[in-house]
């Protein structure tokens, strides 16, 4: 079973730095896709960014994007210029085969 | 606008009882899913549905099933609730397909069982 590992449970950054959550994951496939979601208090779940793993581009959002590292099943979200509003839970997800499988999250804490 | 929406936002249940939880999305989705989400757990997938009627265990099945009747409802029952299924419940659903993967999340549904 594919496994999805976020080592870093809280994380906290200053206002408009940057800061790198951490992901790591282990699949046998090579054809998958890999999603960062954001959570804030409001519980909704928020698509944040995707990466297609047969592409070597990293992807990018604005002021979100990733270090898609293929050969060592890494996947890390930069946050360039937080803002308060970047305050949530980030959860990191694998998908292959209509199913969807999550980290077990990182808090992030904005201070202003 | 995609919409994903279940039908308790907080629920309190008494130990022993049967509890449904329902979710309906309104984007003619092929896949649904259903989560619980604990802390320092992350989101753990219990059932997922590819079409109506259909239906395939998740991670963590054990005490609750499923229903699919129609392509647009995914019902998740607690046959008989326990205190240890008071978590957060996320229902999801996706288009489908290779190219089209992106779940939808609804609010969620707070349970209490007591």
């Known amino acids: 079973a594919q496994t999805v590992t976020q080592s870093q449970p809280e994380m906290s950054v200053q206002e408009a730095e940057t800061v790198t959550l951490s992901c790591t994951y282990d699949?046998?496939?090579?054809?998958?896709?890999l999603f960062w979601y954001k959570q804030p208090p409001s519980r909704q779940m928020i698509l944040v960014i995707r990466?297609?793993?047969?592409?070597?581009q990293n992807a990018t959002e604005n002021r979100f994007s990733v270090n898609f590292q293929k050969a060592a099943k890494s996947f890390s979200l930069k946050i360039s210029d937080s803002q308060l509003g970047d305050a949530a839970m980030y959860f990191c997800a694998y998908f292959r085969g209509e199913k969807l499988t999550f980290g077990t999250g990182t808090r992030l804490t904005i201070i202003p | 606008d995609v919409k994903v929406t279940q039908s308790s936002r907080y629920l309190v249940k008494r130990t022993g009882e049967k509890v449904f939880l329902e979710c309906v999305q309104d984007?003619?989705?092929?896949?649904m899913f259903w989560y619980r989400q604990d802390p320092g757990l992350g989101l753990r997938l219990i059932y997922f549905?590819?079409?109506?009627?259909?239906?395939e265990k998740g991670d963590i099945p054990e005490g609750y099933s499923v229903s699919r009747e129609k392509k647009e409802r995914f019902s998740l029952i607690l046959e008989s609730a326990s205190t240890n299924q008071t978590s957060m419940y996320l229902c999801?659903?996706?288009?489908?397909?290779?190219?089209?993967?992106?779940?939808?999340f609804g609010q969620g549904t707070r349970l209490t069982v007591v």
């Open positions: 699949t046998s496939e090579s054809d998958y896709y």
């Open positions: 549905s590819y079409d109506v009627k259909m239906k």
């Open positions: 990466q297609e793993a047969y592409k070597q």
């Open positions: 999801a659903s996706s288009l489908g397909g290779l190219l089209n993967t992106e779940a939808f």
């Open positions: 984007m003619d989705h092929e896949n």
